[in-house]
């Protein structure tokens, strides 16, 4: 287990500094390391680099200073065509809201991934893609309304749908951005119940962002992206 | 691939009324470049297989288009008349294979009466090299005969056997008028050829003599001047397609329909007469010279026209018209591809989210570019689609009004290559205009990431 091929964590950061252009660095995070298969909660305020470091994180942003290992592959090394190939095939991504594509179904949206990526299909193994939607759809409870197109969808169900998008072939690692912040207290409920139980069930790394610090508890792990992340500090001072 | 291009068939299918809009605006457009290709195509084919084995058409002196017009496409009426004497003499010139005579000036029910010789369904040629031939019934022989054309024979419910008189003038109105004492027994019909002729009647040169001569003091028979037909036209009189007067403008060529009364009552002044006469030569050499010839004859003014150069004097006429339609169709080309950019454009700003999704569930940059260049694509081709239909629609129906109106038989075809290249360049260039959205949302989902600032 090196420092930096670190085929033991989920993610590792080192030194990773990070800026839009030319503009102010926005991250800039010295160490961070998330064991595989861990449930971790990551606060955060708004304006603190939340949905960029997870755009690193996914690799649709590129950082060039220090080294972001996921899943052992140093993300600052490789192409923009490999990350896309990387996500599509390692990463569920969930975002706050409009997580769907409006003019698709329910069950199309969530068979996106694996038709988009072949690696991401193989996943599956043997498993068909219809009944391994099916069966994503059950955990989240949503099986009735795979045939609905996603805009008639209430925001708690696009949310669930967008989960189980994002659980579908057992990726390594799912990524939340605030996927519960546009629903009540019941369905938030709900919804990190069966998401923790799927997330188990697929042996994946899970990372939630939110600004509620009340959700931390029901997690692993609690991580404070202010503390870890001094562009943040340096910014609030 | 297939992936995308459902995800862009749905995407379009999404949004109804701007996709319905841009198909038209294409096909549209499409259809009319297409139909000015067609109707160009159609015509000259039309005009150039009407006559086919004759070298030249001969008639009084005048316009060589009017000339070639109205003795063969039955569109205006010929130049004028050639003495019969002329006529015969010319016809023993040792230049001359056949010549076919035409007595034109008469008409039944709107449809033309051909004075000619049995050596007209002998030598006229139409398109490839087809000669006339017989539906039923024999080739005219006697004063009394008459062979019908098809149409004619058609649309008046006409047999063998049925009898009928012949009004006076090109576009007399059906039973006044009538040379009633002689009326003609129809004794042939033609098959269908697409050509002016299947809209005429032919009857012997001693039939038209006998039909005018039988006149006596007649309605035509007095000392006639142009729009001697008015007098009978009475309002009240009239049958409802004529409206009161609406007969009178000879005066005024053309202002009553493509057929106008020619001021020409040619047969009471001169008996024996002729509108014109076909001439087929031995060599094509012969032609030439034999053209020069008829047109310095002194002792007649005549006009001798080769078929072939008089139509290309015509397409040469007509041809800044079609550069211009054709101009106009390639603006509106431009004018529907820019609606189609503008309406993929300005939907980009509220698809910058669903980019940002495609791109989370692992869609490389590419993929962006490709799914809004596959609608521009898609739009494009279904406009071409429907623009090819439309056109050919279009002339399926308009076909026989063309016909009726102008006697020209525009065939329905499919696109030729000069068509062909047209819908290339169009698919091309819809494709092209989808890489400008393509292109700005490729770079918006870049700098977005996964957070499109909204």
């Not at chain 1, 519960?180 to 998401?195: K, Q, V």
């Not at chain 2, 038209?208 to 729009?227: Q, W």
């Not at chain 2, 030729?416 to 890489?435: C, N, P, Q």
């Amino acid at each position: 287990m090196t420092a930096s091929g670190r085929p033991g964590s989920a993610i590792a950061i080192e030194s990773l500094q990070f800026s839009y252009g030319t503009g102010p660095r926005v991250i800039d995070i010295p160490h961070l390391e998330i064991a595989p298969g861990s449930r971790v909660f990551l606060h955060g305020p708004s304006g603190c680099g939340k949905t960029t470091l997870l755009g690193i994180l996914a690799g649709v942003l590129h950082a060039t200073h220090g080294s972001v290992h996921v899943l052992g592959h140093d993300l600052v090394r490789l192409s923009g065509s490999q990350r896309d190939a990387f996500r599509a095939e390692h990463i569920g991504y969930v975002f706050q809201q409009f997580n769907l594509i409006p003019y698709l179904s329910a069950y199309d949206n969530i068979a996106l991934p694996c038709r988009l990526d072949a690696r991401r299909r193989a996943r599956l193994g043997s498993v068909s893609l219809d009944a391994a939607i099916r069966d994503v759809a059950s955990q989240l409870d949503i099986s009735a309304l795979l045939d609905q197109q996603s805009t008639a969808l209430s925001v708690g169900q696009q949310q669930r749908v967008a989960a189980a998008r994002a659980l579908l072939a057992a990726p390594d690692l799912v990524i939340c951005d605030e996927p519960t912040s546009s629903l009540d207290t019941d369905r938030r409920d709900a919804f990190l119940a069966l998401l923790a139980s799927s997330v188990a069930r697929a042996n994946a790394t899970l990372l939630f962002v939110s600004h509620d610090a009340a959700l931390g508890s029901r997690f692993d792990v609690q991580l404070s992206l202010p503390t870890l992340n001094r562009a943040a500090r340096a910014d609030a001072a | 691939m297939r992936v995308l291009f459902n995800l862009a068939w749905r995407s379009l299918r999404n949004r109804p009324v701007t996709s319905i809009l841009t198909v038209l605006a294409v096909a549209l457009s499409i259809t009319l470049l297409l139909g000015v290709e067609q109707a160009r195509r159609g015509m000259r084919e039309s005009f150039t297989g009407t006559i086919k084995g004759t070298d030249l058409v001969v008639g009084a002196r005048g316009g060589t288009l009017q000339l070639l017009l109205g003795a063969v496409f039955g569109i205006g009426s010929p130049t004028g008349s050639v003495p019969y004497g002329v006529y015969e003499q010319w016809a023993k010139h040792p230049a001359i294979r056949w010549t076919v005579p035409l007595a034109i000036g008469d008409s039944h029910r709107g449809y033309r009466v051909i004075g000619t010789t049995p050596g007209l369904f002998e030598h006229w040629r139409y398109r490839s090299a087809g000669t006339l031939t017989f539906a039923e019934g024999k080739v005219i022989a006697t004063a009394r005969d008459v062979v019908l054309g098809s149409d004619v024979a058609e649309k008046l419910r006409y047999a063998l056997g049925s009898e009928i008189t012949v009004g006076h003038g090109l576009n007399a109105v059906a039973g006044l008028g009538d040379h009633e004492s002689h009326p003609f027994v129809v004794v042939g019909i033609l098959k269908q050829t697409f050509t002016p002729l299947d809209r005429a009647l032919f009857v012997t040169l001693d039939g038209i003599e006998a039909m005018h001569g039988d006149e006596g003091a007649g309605p035509g028979g007095a000392p006639t001047m142009p729009g001697a037909e008015a007098p009978p036209v009475m309002p009240g009189a009239s049958p409802p397609t004529a409206m009161p007067g609406a007969s009178a403008p000879s005066v005024m060529p053309g202002a009553s329909g493509p057929a106008y009364t020619p001021p020409s009552n040619i047969f009471q002044d001169q008996p024996k007469a002729l509108s014109a006469f076909l001439v087929g030569t031995k060599t094509r050499f012969e032609t030439l010279r034999l053209q020069r010839e008829i047109n310095q004859f002194k002792a007649e003014p005549l006009t001798a026209v080769i078929p072939g150069v008089t139509l290309a004097e015509l397409w040469r006429t007509l041809g800044t018209v079609e550069g211009g339609l054709r101009l106009v169709g390639a603006l509106t080309i431009i004018v529907g591809l820019i609606g189609m950019l503008v309406s993929l454009y300005s939907s980009l700003e509220a698809r910058r989210r669903e980019m940002a999704v495609l791109r989370a569930v692992g869609a490389r940059p590419g993929m962006i570019v490709s799914l809004l260049v596959l609608e521009s694509g898609l739009l494009t081709l279904l406009g071409c689609v429907l623009g090819v239909g439309m056109t050919m629609g279009g002339f399926a129906i308009a076909q026989g009004v063309i016909e009726s109106r102008t006697g020209v038989h525009i065939a329905v075809q499919a696109p030729g290559t000069l068509e062909w290249l047209y819908i290339g360049v169009v698919l091309s260039a819809g494709v092209l205009v989808g890489l400008v959205p393509a292109w700005r949302a490729y770079r918006s989902s870049l700098a977005d990431g996964l957070s499109p600032r909204l």
